[in-house]
């Protein structure tokens, strides 16, 4: 059992940055796909981006693209999402997600979730 622990939400002006943090417990992101996904308010969750462990793929929602980068830090068992040149529009809950390393864009391929974290961007 993955328990995911996700950190590094939090409040920032648009054009701001942030960079979200998944740790797991209980077993490691080897040979597991890790997403990252959000629901914003009244919405939704929608899939934001990916990392397979095999070949360590990436990839992402064209809303994203070019803003956002998702990377693995193996020996510290986390998962990280750098956001830059964030908008209003991206103010959600992130949630992140590990699956078999098939998973892709669907929530249902991914297994275990953690409990969320707060993005806001103000205008």
């Known amino acids: 059992q993955v328990h995911l622990v996700e950190s590094g939400g939090g409040l920032v002006q648009a054009g701001g940055s942030l960079k979200l943090s998944c740790a797991a417990s209980?077993?490691?992101?080897?040979?597991?796909?890790t997403g990252w996904f959000r629901q914003a308010p009244g919405k939704e969750r929608e899939f934001v981006a990916a990392?397979?462990?095999?070949?360590?793929?990436?990839y992402y929602t064209d809303s994203v693209k070019g803003r956002f980068t998702i990377s693995r830090d193996n020996a510290n068992n986390t998962v990280y999402l750098q956001m830059n040149s964030l908008k209003p529009e991206d103010t959600a809950v992130y949630y992140c997600?590990?699956?078999?390393?098939?998973?892709?864009?669907?929530?249902?391929?991914?297994?275990?979730w953690g409990q969320g974290t707060q993005v806001t961007v103000s205008s």
């Open positions: 209980g077993g490691t992101f080897r040979s597991y796909a």
């Open positions: 997600a590990a699956g078999s390393d098939t998973s892709g864009s669907y929530m249902v391929e991914y297994d275990y």
């Open positions: 990392i397979r462990w095999s070949g360590g793929g990436t």
